[in-house]
């Protein structure tokens, strides 16, 4: 199984709330969008956490990639999580980037909204 993660952050907003309905915002136009399979709000010790996973099924392969969000508010920084997974399919599970292309378009949909990847 293989893995992408991308790391973004940006400064607080008030809009962490609407996150997943921006993101699926950005997938309106495009066929064969990434579902959102599920979504938590929860506060840890004080710090907003945002939980989302999306998952993608691919003709191509017969096979599903998912992606896991994860979104902190300090306060004053938003920090974002994106980690992808599968998409592999057959004897050698073979996958075609998949995972990290949903990681990419998840990244791109949050750069959208002010986040920027952080190196390292």
Do not use: W
């Not at 998409?87 to 996958?95: A, C, E, H, Y």
Request: hydrophobic content about 40%; charged content about 20%; some cysteine.
């Amino acid at each position: 199984m293989s893995c992408t993660a991308i790391k973004m952050n940006r400064p607080s907003r008030q809009d962490f709330r609407e996150l997943p309905v921006n993101i699926l915002a950005s997938f309106e136009e495009k066929p064969f969008a990434p579902e959102l399979v599920y979504q938590e709000l929860s506060d840890v010790n004080g710090v907003p956490v945002f939980l989302m996973i999306f998952e993608k099924f691919y003709l191509r392969n017969s096979s599903a990639t998912a992606a896991t969000v994860q979104i902190l508010d300090s306060g004053t920084e938003q920090t974002a999580t994106i980690i992808g997974v599968g998409g592999g399919s057959g004897i050698l599970n073979t996958n075609h980037g998949s995972h990290a292309d949903l990681t990419a378009a998840l990244a791109d949909a949050l750069a959208k909204y002010g986040f920027a990847k952080v190196e390292g």
